[in-house]
């Protein structure tokens, strides 16, 4: 499995807009994330590449584990 979100939260100006959210990606495969506008898609998406970090939970990435308090720079 390359990427793995635990219990991922997302607050943006005292809005919840992820919440607890469980993910896996598996290597190789193409996996698309349909949804309505405004359900998260985008913050997922900024998570995942770490212009964010999450406020609770993990995100793993080939081994590499990070969260509200991780050192992103590794990553």
Do not use: C, H, Q
């Amino acid at each position: 499995m390359a990427i793995k979100f635990e219990g991922v939260t997302y607050n943006f100006n005292k809005k919840k807009l992820l919440d607890n959210v469980n993910l896996e990606i598996e290597d190789n495969k193409i996996t698309g994330i349909i949804g309505k506008t405004g359900s998260g898609k985008t913050f997922l998406a900024s998570l995942l590449s770490a212009i964010n970090v999450p406020i609770s939970g993990t995100i793993t990435v080939k081994g590499f584990i990070f969260g509200k308090n991780s050192n992103i720079k590794k990553l």
